[in-house]
Nanobody, 111 residues
């Protein structure tokens, strides 16, 4: 069974950067778009970014110009580069592809 595993979360000061990774155990990324979502305490899970099979990308307005989604097909990994982080970016970040979800990785941005 294909699994998605996120990594790269952590604690960072406002204005800092983190790069999240989502690794797939199979070749599922070759067949479908890959998405990042996030969920802050007390909030619903929200869309952050997507990358299609053709490497077209789209972002939530709240992260445009600060976050970049990319893929390394050889490594079966999708990345989320997060720059100029704000405290409101604090959340658990999830990778998603089709019906699969990763376990999430915590991102905490302090003042």
């Amino acid at each position: 069974q294909v699994q998605l595993v996120e990594s790269g979360g952590g604690l960072v000061q406002a204005g800092g950067s983190l790069r999240l990774s989502c690794a797939a155990s199979g070749s599922i990324f070759s067949f479908a778009a890959v998405n990042w979502y996030r969920q802050a305490p007390g909030n619903q899970r929200e869309f952050v970014a997507t990358i299609t099979r053709g490497n077209n990308t789209n972002y939530a307005d709240s992260v445009k110009g600060r976050f970049t989604i990319s893929r390394d097909s050889a490594k079966k990994t999708v990345y989320l580069q997060m720059n100029s982080l704000k405290p409101e970016d604090t959340a658990v970040y999830y990778c998603n592809c089709l019906a699969l979800w990763g376990q999430g990785t915590q991102v905490t941005v302090s003042l």
